[in-house]
């Protein structure tokens, strides 16, 4: 029997503590006071009113408590769940009562797990309770309640049962080795196999969009001191976030900040600004820019338009190089004087980050970038976002098209079969059917407490 706190107590106003495991009812029995002083009725999946004691009767908390019988549970087991007071003290009272009457603490992940194992739920739904846990915007959220509601386990399932068909035609074929493979059968799988890779390709491909999706695009504002970097950090997300004065040399940290651009996250990044400098202050600002150009995914090189480029702005540029950049040519509401020659690869925003012009034309550049054209952020079809289903699937595919060319060569049936066979068992992978234990647990361990 495992219990867990499923809220964070201190936090909220009411705290949640769960119980799951043959028997939790009678453990949680002794503790619970209905009205009027005696036990509650205990009817499964009502909501009782109560006081909760320790083991000496004395009242921790006023609470309200669910049994939810086996197997109409998160679990599929008994489940018990005491809804207290959000306090710190209450909730770690009544954790401690619940172990001392014999309940163990449960692993991160482990009410989850057990949902997993007793077949309520597949392991990219479990993934998927995760993903909506930590979803911080709401395309992310959109991608993560199709996995947990079970879209991408149909999916997977589907086509394997599709594969496992021909799968059985081939073995027939195997068992009678005398007769040729007939044609309406060669056929079939070879029918089967393709659309099954149609129906795949577009899928392995939306993997790119559903981490840039869920992680967020990674910008890194890089330049000269007194370019208007900060500034322009301000003017991205709408407030004075980052420090902005008239002397060089202002910014000395990293500064990261976030953006929701229509859905799709940024991680912006001020610097300090990058110039050789005497000070130990500025050199290590200069040290941790540079070092995050290698991880950036996008870089906003910032140059002032009123000033025009020296040796600072061409060295600058120098690290951009390639680079995933756009170069912002900044305080277009000064009179703007002559840059010369910039690398044409680079597309070109002038802007200004005191009026606010062509910022709009920076979001819609830093959306192109990303590679998520306007309009492609909310995802109808199959989003991939875990590197895990993103492997396995190509795993399948590229099974399958081996398979094709195996088929069309006329090898014999064992040796296609052990093609198919591995495509069958990737998609296996994913959902948990034919996933190695380690993976399970891999898995699992990355749950957050109570879950
Ligand atoms: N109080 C509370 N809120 C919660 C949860 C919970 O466990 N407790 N959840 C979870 O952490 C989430 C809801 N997810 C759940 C998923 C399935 C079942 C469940 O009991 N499923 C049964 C059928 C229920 C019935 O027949 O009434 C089943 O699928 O067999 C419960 C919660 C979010 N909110
Ligand atoms: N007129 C005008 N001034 C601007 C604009 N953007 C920034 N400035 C001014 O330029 C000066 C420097 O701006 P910051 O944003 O601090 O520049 P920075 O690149 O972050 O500078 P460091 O942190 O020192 O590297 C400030 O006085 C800003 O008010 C702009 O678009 N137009
Ligand atoms: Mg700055």
Excluded at 42 to 57: C, E, I
Excluded at 295 to 305: E, H, R
């Amino acid at each position: 029997m495992i219990v867990a706190p499923a809220t964070s107590f201190g936090q909220g106003g009411i705290g949640i503590i769960r119980l799951s495991g043959p028997g939790c009812l009678d453990l949680v029995r002794p503790f619970v006071l209905g009205l009027g002083g005696g036990p509650p009725s205990w009817k499964s999946h009502r909501l009782y009113y109560g006081q909760f004691t320790d083991s000496s009767q004395r009242v921790i908390d006023e609470v309200m408590a669910v049994y939810m019988a086996s197997p109409r549970s998160y679990t599929r087991e008994d489940v018990v769940e005491i809804h207290c007071h959000g306090g710190l003290v209450v909730g770690r009272r009544i954790l401690e009562t619940l172990r001392h009457a014999g309940a163990r603490t449960a692993q991160p992940g482990e009410f989850t797990l057990r949902a997993f194992l007793n077949g309520r739920i597949d392991l990219t739904q479990a993934e998927g309770v995760m993903e909506v846990i930590e979803a911080r915007h709401r395309s992310a959220h959109q991608i993560a309640v199709q996995h947990l509601e079970g879209s991408l386990a149909h999916f997977c399932n589907e086509l394997r049962e599709q594969l496992l068909d021909s799968l059985a035609l081939l073995e027939t074929w195997i068992d009678f080795p005398e007769e040729d493979i007939d044609h309406p059968s060669f056929d079939s799988i070879v029918g089967t196999l393709t659309s099954v890779i149609e129906n795949l390709r577009p899928v392995v491909a939306s993997f790119r969009n559903g981490r840039v999706l869920r992680e967020g695009v990674s910008v890194l504002i890089l330049g000269k001191p007194n370019v208007g970097k900060s500034s322009l950090l301000n003017a991205l997300v709408g407030s004075d976030r980052a420090i902005v004065t008239d002397l060089p040399g202002t910014t000395r940290d990293t500064l990261e900040e976030q953006l929701d651009l229509d859905g799709l996250r940024l991680r912006l990044t001020d610097t300090a600004g990058l110039r050789d400098s005497d000070d130990p202050v500025e050199q290590e600002g200069v040290r941790r820019a540079c070092g995050k150009i290698a991880q950036a995914d996008i870089v906003l090189l910032v140059i002032d338009g009123h000033r025009g480029m020296d040796d600072d702005d061409r060295s600058a540029l120098g690290r951009c190089a390639g680079k995933n950049s756009i170069i912002v040519i900044n305080k277009s509401d000064l009179p703007s004087v002559e840059i010369p020659s910039l690398p044409s690869h680079f597309p070109v925003i002038t802007v200004s980050a005191a009026t606010g012009a062509g910022i709009d034309r920076l979001r819609e550049e830093l959306r192109i970038r990303a590679g998520i054209a306007d309009g492609e952020e909310c995802p109808e079809s199959l989003i991939l976002t875990e590197e895990r289903h993103h492997q396995a699937l190509s795993q399948t595919l590229e099974k399958l098209g081996k398979t094709i060319e195996s088929l069309n060569a006329g090898l014999s049936p064992e040796f296609i079969a052990l093609d198919l066979r591995e495509a069958v068992e990737s998609l296996g992978v994913i959902t948990g059917e034919t996933a190695p234990e380690e993976v399970i647990n891999r898995i699992f361990s990355r749950f957050c407490i109570g879950k």
